[in-house]
């Protein structure tokens, strides 16, 4: 993958655990958050302004630069007869998962149970699905996803897919809904982090923490499939930007994976919308935030997929 390297953005991180989408200072200021949030999720009071911003509180060193994710150069090339499978959407020549996506646990025979989306997968062999109006699965990393994609007779998409995906036929928009200007509340984007209200002032950002199951469950936060449908990019794909970040299938020569689009909480810091991406992470890593689909080659008319 050949990358721009005009614009570099100087990634942006957490204290002490690289996290680049989150901030110390997010939220804290809410009077009624961390009173709000009990163990047992009583989080009712707790309302997040629409318009704020994560802000990071340390820079990356350069060997985790986030750059805006421009992959004009390696399209895929169009396949006009080209058929996909149900949940999926064909955009010139493969096919992506119509909505982010959710997994179920296998059992040793192959067998299908539900998980939680507000679980790790850690130590689980899982299938990824697709549907409308369910909660995706975060707390999952790029290695996972790969894996979950595999499962399902699918891979993970490269990030050239996920940005023609996301921008459209049109090169120089940065929005799923067109142009290059941010517009509130077309995609579930831009409502800051969770972590300090849930921990108030014990949030120490570390991994326990950020795989908490209670991050995901304050209401304003994670939507289901679909609910964004401005969000709905020029291929009828959803959620390409903001709700959750999506791995791609890139890994870097340091062993760090990408994920892109940003999150519910911040879909501008390492660049804007479809541009999106962090490169901070190992690829065993998850939070949260971090989410996937699948994508597949497209099968011509009439032969099986």
């Keep these: 993958m050949s990358e721009r390297r005009a614009g570099i953005a ?18 804290v ?6 009173k709000a949030l009990t163990a047992t999720l009583s989080v009712a009071a ?21 750059e805006p994710a421009s992959f004009h150069d390696s399209e895929p090339a169009s396949s006009p007869t080209a058929v996909c499978p149900d949940g999926m ?21 192959g067998g299908e149970r539900a998980h939680s989306p507000y679980q790790p997968v850690d130590g689980l062999r899982v299938r990824a699905k697709v549907a409308e109006g369910v909660l995706p699965q975060g707390y999952i990393s790029q290695v996972q996803a790969k894996a979950a994609c595999e499962a399902a007779d699918k891979r993970l998409c490269s990030a050239p897919e996920l940005s023609l995906a996301c921008r459209g036929p049109n090169r120089s928009a940065t929005y799923p809904y067109g142009g290059s200007k941010r517009q509130a509340g077309k995609c579930n984007e831009g409502k800051g ?16 923490q950020l795989n908490d199951p209670r991050l995901n469950q304050w ?11 401005e969000s709905a990019s ?3 794909v959803y959620d390409l930007v903001g709700n959750l970040h999506e791995w791609s299938a890139e890994v870097g020569t340091n062993g760090h994976g990408f ?21 901070a992470h190992a690829a065993s890593y998850h939070d949260y935030s971090t989410g996937f689909r699948c994508c597949r080659d497209a099968a011509s008319d009439g032969e099986e997929h």
Excluded: M, W
Aim: aromatic fraction near 10%; charge should be negative; glycine fraction near 12%.
């Design 10 to 27: 100087l990634c942006l991180c957490l204290f002490g655990c690289g996290q680049a989408h989150e901030s110390r200072a997010a939220l």
């Design 29 to 34: 200021s809410i009077a009624e958050g961390p």
């Design 46 to 66: 707790v309302a997040l302004p629409q318009n704020a911003e994560t802000r990071a509180s340390e820079a990356h060193t350069a060997s985790s630069t986030t």
């Design 89 to 109: 959407v064909h955009v010139s020549g493969y096919c992506i998962d119509r909505y982010e996506a959710y997994v179920v646990e296998l059992d040793a025979d």
């Design 193 to 208: 982090s969770a972590v300090s209200v849930v921990f108030g002032a014990a949030a120490n950002y570390g991994s326990a």
């Design 219 to 229: 209401p304003g936060g994670l939507a289901k499939t679909g609910a964004y449908a």
């Design 234 to 236: 020029p291929f009828g």
């Design 259 to 279: 994920f892109h689009g940003g999150f519910y909480g911040d879909a501008e810091v390492n660049g804007s919308g479809c541009d999106y991406v962090t490169k």
